[in-house]
């Protein structure tokens, strides 16, 4: 179903708002508790070819967007952001120079002291994906595995790790992946997952991409389907969420 | 009082799921595979629900959980209990100040890090990470937490290996797991 007065609507919330470079620029990606999706940030940016995207990517998703047909929030509600989501963006701290000179490093820690915005977080991913068929929630080392489990025992989901090497025993398979300087390896255990099943990826952010694209191709290297990426962060002008193709990125935050 | 683990029936789905595999890291070692309790959501459900109801309203406002495994268990309890989750690091993985505490490792030296001000004076304590051998680790997470002023309350584990006597190395402090293996 294509909820094409959502996604275009003119009181779109994902416009960016303004703000300053060291300040996250809080994105209005978010789910409507009870109220189906408004305005998934995934096409915001190619509105054409995401339709059709949309279409064939998230049609489990989309089950309780048709809820939303009848249960629609108003035009005006639609245009006010989940007031969940500056609280947590106002908690993510920004260290300058981190881990190198130049680099703004988006530090989640601050978020994990406030329960309460942590609690948010969280919550804001399990009523997206609860209900959703989805079996397998993928997490990146380190920071994935801070909020993937809480997601993964909410939803009912079976919490996969995808570790630096050598961490994981036992049969593993291994993804090389590209990074600034030479490159990294990522690895799944073998038999986690069956071929078939419904996955969401999560790591607190997206830079470049190149590390969810690495988890994306394990899993779909072993007939996985991977529903969506989520993340707590995205850091936009990186285009990571270009590299990402086909599979759809969520968002709570976005940073210049 | 939460169910006494030698008797609670959770326990034993639990135990059941842990995977031991032979020779790794390295030879004569048999590791204890905690992923595969985490592919079957029940049983991951009921061994954070062990710890939860064990300190659900004991007033314990910090859950540090020792990096990489202790972050898999350590927040979902956090979240439960209403308490706030610090990540104990090795180095250089925390932006920003930090507080370290150096260990001794069977061969060499390692280094666990805290931030500074993620934890306040007074504030009372876990510390959480998936097993417990030597101790080592988490007596250098409970002095990271010490040395500003925090109580540990308990350290909690999912397995222990009492062989290994980190009981004894926690300077008494208490310490709660779920599963023993010899």
């Not at chain 2, 180095?91 to 306040?120: F, N, Q, T, W």
């Amino acid at each position: 179903m294509i909820q094409r007065p959502l996604i275009f609507s003119p009181l779109n919330p994902i416009s960016p708002q303004v703000s300053t470079p060291t300040t996250p620029l809080v994105n209005a990606v978010f789910p409507k508790p009870n109220r189906g999706w408004i305005a998934l940030s995934s096409s915001f940016q190619l509105p054409e070819l995401r339709l059709q995207n949309y279409q064939l990517t998230l049609p489990p998703l989309v089950c309780s967007a048709s809820d939303s047909v009848t249960n629609q929030p108003s035009m005006a509600s639609q245009d006010e952001q989940d007031p969940r989501i500056s609280k947590i963006s106002s908690v993510i701290r920004v260290i300058p120079d981190f881990p190198k000179p130049g680099i703004m490093f988006q530090d989640i820690t601050t978020l994990l002291l406030d329960t309460r915005a942590f609690r948010d977080t969280i919550d804001l991913f399990v009523e997206r994906y609860r209900g959703k068929n989805i079996s397998v929630v993928a997490g990146v080392e380190a920071r994935g595995f801070i909020f993937g489990p809480p997601i993964a025992l909410a939803i009912g989901a079976k919490f996969v790790p995808l570790r630096k090497p050598n961490k994981l025993p036992g049969e593993v398979i291994s993804e090389e992946y590209s990074l600034e300087y030479g490159t990294d390896i990522m690895e799944m255990h073998v038999g986690a997952v069956q071929a078939g099943e419904h996955a969401l990826i999560i790591d607190d952010l997206v830079a470049t991409g190149g590390t969810l694209c690495a988890a994306i191709r394990l899993l779909e290297r072993v007939g996985v389907h991977v529903v969506e990426c989520a993340c707590v962060i995205e850091l936009l002008g990186l285009m990571g969420r270009e590299r990402l193709g086909d599979t759809p990125l969520f968002v709570l935050v976005s940073s210049t | 009082m939460s169910a006494h683990r030698d008797t609670d029936p959770r326990i034993h789905g639990i135990q059941s799921k842990i995977r031991v595999v032979p020779n790794f890291p390295k030879p004569g070692i048999m590791f204890q595979d905690i992923t595969t309790l985490l592919l079957d959501p029940k049983a991951f459900k009921d061994t954070v629900d062990l710890f939860v109801e064990r300190y659900k309203g004991k007033d314990i406002s910090v859950v540090a959980g020792i990096e990489a495994r202790g972050f898999i268990f350590g927040p979902p309890i956090a979240l439960e209990i209403g308490a706030k989750f610090v990540p104990l690091r090795k180095p250089k993985k925390l932006p920003g100040k930090v507080i370290s505490e150096e260990y001794v490792l069977e061969y060499g030296r390692d280094c666990l890090e805290m931030h500074v001000g993620a934890v306040e004076p007074g504030e009372r304590a876990l510390v959480v990470d998936d097993l417990i051998a030597t101790g080592g680790t988490l007596c250098a997470a409970m002095k990271l937490l010490e040395r500003v002023g925090a109580d540990v309350v308990e350290c909690a584990c999912v397995i222990e290996l009492p062989d290994l006597k980190g009981r004894e190395r926690l300077n008494g402090k208490p310490l709660y797991v779920l599963v023993e293996s010899h």
